[in-house]
């Protein structure tokens, strides 16, 4: 979590307004306070602005400068106060550090540094590092070297960026957390992610653990942390555009986003044939396939699951974050799949090494590119979606999906057919995507607004659907949302169902119909409001919303339902769609 950003040598002098708008395209990464440093273009010491709260429309007053450091926090260490906002400083006000991260042995270090007479204004773990690096600097070490030595010192998964006022330039270190440097001409950035600076350069270098990077108006030079040594510099360019990380005359990303999902759909099944052929067939000479990832990425695993079974394949799913007591049974024959659109979520990483260290193959089904997850890897699926902005993952969900049908359909040799399923599916979608439809999902939002509590039921494959479409409801416009097995409803859950209580009944048109129909039913002999998201019509329903008749595909659309109907009602309710409150995309802390 946390999105840093940086520049050096802005050819407009208005650096902290550039880093202020590059902050902006990171605000996904944490939104709760942030903060900018510069060095003034007419001379004098360092100057700061932090401000608790999103960036939104806000404004810097910073004076003229070409360089400067800009950070966007999702607090771990110290509430959510202007103090606690990064950049921090040392004692006497040369250094400014931002850092992604959490530096697990800043107790020790604060203790040490406090000894040493050093004054701590924060809460924070960030600020030990600007104290430390002041230390360092008093044994007569460059700048350079003192903040890679201290690097050397935290413990954690760290990214830190570093602007020194004698020196003129920013110094980058990478363990862990993403960093990525982009080459402009006669300009240089550092991001969490390349989204920061695109609009500068396309030409990037995404630094590997261990490595740091110092940034001055002569260019970029690029480190090994451990032995100080300088190292080649190679970059290359990256194929995003400018639109991608645009709304494009959408009002939100995520609208954006969801809408996008028929192109993306298509696209995903054109990619990694190979290497989707290459798993398919270790899976066929008895490879066992471990599903794992969190959030949305979780459901899609569970999807997936399904998927697998259908295929005749016996797949397990984890979260990641539950992974661990059961890390002991991958070995040499487990094909590990770790599904991350970020390839940066801290639990997710935590069981791919676990699962790698036991001998699996590991496979990261990922969106973003360069990630830790990608360099972990033994077999990298990128699924193609695009930068995906909004923090409710949407389209880059639907691509891992898509592209884990492919791969279970692969193993039986029904690539191609699956592949042309795809294709279809994104075409068919299109379709129903219209006006129309889309104003049925906003009117059955404007039903549902003043409800505080939602349920939802479907079997098999649409039971991780009603999952997936739950969260989204919950992560957009705050409302409880729970979805259950419709098998288990008579287990306890019934009497959750009172008077009125909206229930959304998820389904297919399969075997599965007959049972989730008397469910439904039962749900509404309690008093429940039923809602119907399915390719027919039926009279147990209050409320429908037809969805295509996709087969086992039928749950693409029923989820992008969930999507749609969670963005409308966040919208009613006054969210912000793209970045609800308290969450971060990329959680990047256990
Ligand atoms: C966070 C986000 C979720 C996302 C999850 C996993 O919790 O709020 O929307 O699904 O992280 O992210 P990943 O990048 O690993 O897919």
Known sequence: MCGIFGIVNDGTSQAAQTVLD??????????????????????GRIRIEKHVGKIGSAKTTLPDSTIAIGHTRWATHGGVTDINAHPHLDCSGQIAVIHNGIVENYQDLKEELKREKHTFHSETDTEVIAHAIEEELKTGRSINHAVFSVFNTLVGSNAIGVLDLHAGSIVICRNGSPLAIGIGSNSYYLGSDVTAFLKFTRRVYFLADGEAA????????LYDISSQAEKKLVTHTVDWKVEDVQKGGYP????KEIIEQTATIKKTARLNETELK????????GGRVVLCGCGTAFYCALAAKYYFSLAGIEAQAYGAYEFLPFAKFADKKTLFIAISQS??????????????KNGAHLIAVVNARASTLERLSDTIIAVGAGPEIAVVSTKAFTAQLATLYLLSRAVGGKYKEAQKAMTN???????????KNRTAILNLAKKLIDYEDMYLIGKHLNFPAAMEFALKIKETSYIHAEAFASGELKHGVITLIQKGTPCFALFANDETRQEVLSSATELKARGA???GISPFAAPEFNYHIQTPELGDLTIFGNIIVGQLLGYYLGIGRGTDPDKPRNLAKSVTVK
């Open 252 to 255: 939100h990303f995520l609208l």
């Open 529 to 531: 409001t039923i809602i």
């Open 214 to 221: 110092v940034l001055t108006v002569n260019g970029v030079k």
């Open 425 to 435: 599916l994104g075409a068919v979608l299109e379709k129903w995507l219209t006006p």
């Open 22 to 43: 590059g902050l902006k395209k990171l605000e996904y990464r944490g939104y709760d306070s942030w903060g900018i440093a510069i060095i003034p273009k007419s001379g």
């Open 343 to 356: 390839g940066e979520t801290a639990d997710t990483l935590i069981a791919a090494k676990a699962a790698k």
């Open 278 to 285: 290459q798993i398919a067939k270790k899976i066929a000479d």
